[in-house]
T-cell receptor
Framework: GAVVSQHPSRVICKSGTSVKIECRSL??????MFWYRQFPKKSLMLMAT?????????EQGVEKDKFLINHASLTLSTLTVTSAHPEDSSFYIC?????????FGSGTRLTVV | RKEVEQDPGPFNVPEGATVAFNCTYS??????FFWYRQDCRKEPKLLMS???SGNEDGRFTAQLNRASQYISLLIRDSKLSDSATYLC???????????FGQGTRLTINP
């Protein structure tokens, strides 16, 4: 089946630094990818929809200047958390629409200290 | 009102029991429906899609009532490995993005 690879799986960074998370579709082309955030014991909340070759579409309340999304190819989307703060600590998951439905990356656990 | 609402849970049931989860959605333009399961600190994995006619996959049965905007999942003969959080997920007609319910935590006890 379709595979979405997400890296890193876990990252710890200092407040004020930036962190980049990569999401790759390994065996299919994904013109659209989705970025979610999940806080402990909460459900996934869509942050933005990443469109290959164009600007991402952000959900209401998500700061586009803080969460930079780049989707430069049909197999790669990146999410950069800029000037990270402890409240940005969360589980970030990407997803892509494939021929069978939706496939999720394995997630990135970000801890900002 | 949340777009997708689920039983708050948590559910703690003995192995072998039958468990039922309910879910309602608010947008009548919703077109696609799914149940996902999520293990602790892992990504969601598709359990099954839900079709209007209802569908079954082994011990799992999903039902959809479009008139009531209601989705259900039934797990029969529950196993220890069924312990997870079950997410009700909806997609709007023409939209690609998924809307997740808050999830229901299920623990199967030996």
């Amino acid at each position: 089946g379709a595979v979405v690879s997400q890296h890193p799986s876990r990252v710890i960074c200092k407040s004020g630094t930036s962190v980049k998370i990569e999401c790759r579709s390994l065996d299919f082309q994904a013109t659209t990818m989705f970025w979610y955030r999940q806080f402990p014991k909460k459900s996934l909340m869509l942050m933005a929809t990443s469109n290959e070759g164009s600007k991402a579409t952000y959900e209401q309340g998500v700061e586009k200047d803080k969460f930079l999304i780049n989707h430069a190819s049909l197999t790669l989307s990146t999410l950069t958390v800029t000037s990270a703060h402890p409240e940005d600590s969360s589980f970030y998951i990407c997803s892509a629409r494939d021929y069978g439905g939706y496939t999720f990356g394995s997630g990135t656990r970000l801890t900002v200290v | 009102r949340k777009e997708v609402e689920q039983d708050p849970g948590p559910f703690n049931v003995p192995e072998g029991a039958t468990v039922a989860f309910n879910c309602t959605y608010s947008n009548s333009a919703s077109q696609s429906f799914f149940w996902y399961r999520q293990d602790c600190r892992k990504e969601p994995k598709l359990l099954m899609s839900v079709y209007s006619s209802g569908n079954e996959d082994g011990r799992f049965t999903a039902q959809l009532n479009r008139a009531s905007q209601y989705i259900s999942l039934l797990i029969r003969d529950s196993k220890l490995s069924d312990s997870a959080t079950y997410l009700c997920v909806v997609a709007l007609r023409g939209a690609q993005k998924l809307v997740f319910g808050q999830g229901t935590r299920l623990t199967i006890n030996p």
